[in-house]
C-alpha cells in the first residue's frame, strides 16, 4: 500500500515537471504543539514509535491534522496500528498532543517523505 502511495505521488509531481526524491524520515515530538511546513512535499505516515516512559502511552492522546488528512489516538493505539496506520500529509501538519502531564514525553513519528526536485 505504501508502494502503490509514493507512485501516486510521484506521479503527480512528474506530471508538474519535477523528478522526485523518496526519503525515510522522522519528526520528534516532545511538546504539546508543533506545526511542520511541507511547502511541495508529501509525508506518508508509517508509524509511530513511543519514547522511554511507555506507562503514558494510554493516556496521551496524538493529533495529527492536515488538509489532506487527520487522525486521532492514543499513543498505544497509534503504535499497535502498526504499519497499516498509512496517511498522506501535504501542505502543512499540525500535530498536537494532549496529555495529564506538564510535559510531554518524547516520542517519534515515522514517514517516508516524497520530495520534489526540478528536472535538469
Known sequence: MIDRI????QERLH???YN????PS???VDGKEKVVSLANESLILTGIRIGK??????TTTVQLISPTESIEG?????SQMGTSIIKLFKSHL???VKTQYDEVPEFRLDFIRV???LKT
Open 115 to 117: 520530495s520534489p526536485v
Open 20 to 23: 522526485t526524491v523518496v526519503t
Open 53 to 58: 516512559n511507555d506507562l503514558v502511552a494510554d
Open 94 to 96: 499540525i500535530i498536537k
Open 6 to 9: 509514493v507512485q501516486i505521488e
Open 74 to 78: 492514543t499513543q498505544r493505539e497509534l
Open 15 to 17: 506530471s508538474l515537471g
Open 26 to 28: 522522522s519528526i520528534v
